[in-house]
């Protein structure tokens, strides 16, 4: 699919602020959307269709970001993938609508450590990269940085949400470190980084997920969405 709109950073701002102000759609509404979302390409680009048995290791920021990444945890690890969460903040760090998701975790039993405790990832099928969405300002630093390069050392696939961490999606500007993915979900409409090269390069294969985004919100942004999720809430972008 070639024919979408791309969406600049201050208007991905927008279309959040306004799903939840004037559509009533909540963040945790959304977070559910795309952590399924996530959770379901996982499943059928790199799990061979059957979660079961396969191990994951998901990497969670303290956003957005990283919620939507606790939440395709929880879906993997109720399909029978073998799910560990590492994330860059303890869980008292943790706030808002990512901290109930957290939560919901560790009452599953679904095995959480800060990455500032453990010495390496373990051995994994696949990398969740959820540690920085599209707020990401300036290179990553500290616990993020760290989880970023231990990612690309892995040696595993890794799938991004919505933009590999370390990657502008204003500028298209790769950072150091900056994740280098297999393959990103991008979220609603892709941003315009993402065009670059050096993004291309690092966010791999690039699809766009459904979140929920009603079209008259996007007709009031000026732009015209025709109806790209009528036949599937994943579609595979060209670019």
């Not at 269709?49 to 109720?78: E, F, P, S």
Request: aromatic share 6%.
């Amino acid at each position: 699919m070639t024919d979408i709109p791309y969406l600049t950073t201050d208007q991905m701002r927008e279309v959040d602020r306004a799903m939840n102000e004037e559509y009533g759609i909540e963040l945790i509404q959304m977070m559910e959307n795309a952590g399924l979302n996530l959770a379901q390409l996982a499943r059928t680009r790199f799990l061979a269709g059957d979660a079961r048995g396969k191990i994951v290791a998901a990497l969670c920021g303290r956003g957005g970001n990283g919620g939507g990444g606790l939440v395709c945890a929880r879906h993997l690890h109720n399909w029978g993938a073998k799910v560990y969460v590492f994330t860059t903040v303890p869980d008292n760090d943790y706030t808002g609508v990512p901290a109930r998701q957290l939560d919901i975790l560790r009452r599953m039993g679904v095995p959480v450590a800060a990455s500032e405790v453990i010495r390496r990832l373990p051995p994994a099928d696949l990398l969740l990269d959820a540690i920085i969405g599209y707020s990401l300002s300036g290179a990553p630093h500290g616990a993020a940085a760290d989880l970023i390069r231990r990612a690309n050392k892995h040696g595993a696939p890794i799938l991004s949400l919505d933009a590999p961490s370390g990657v502008d999606t204003t500028t298209g500007a790769v950072n150091d470190p900056s994740v280098r993915a297999t393959a990103t979900m991008t979220l609603a409409l892709p941003k315009k980084g993402l065009r670059t090269k050096t993004a291309k390069k690092a966010a791999g294969e690039l699809y766009l997920a459904d979140i929920g985004v009603p079209p008259e919100l996007y007709a009031g942004l000026g732009l015209s969405v025709g109806r790209i999720f009528a036949k599937e809430s994943i579609v595979r972008i060209a670019y």
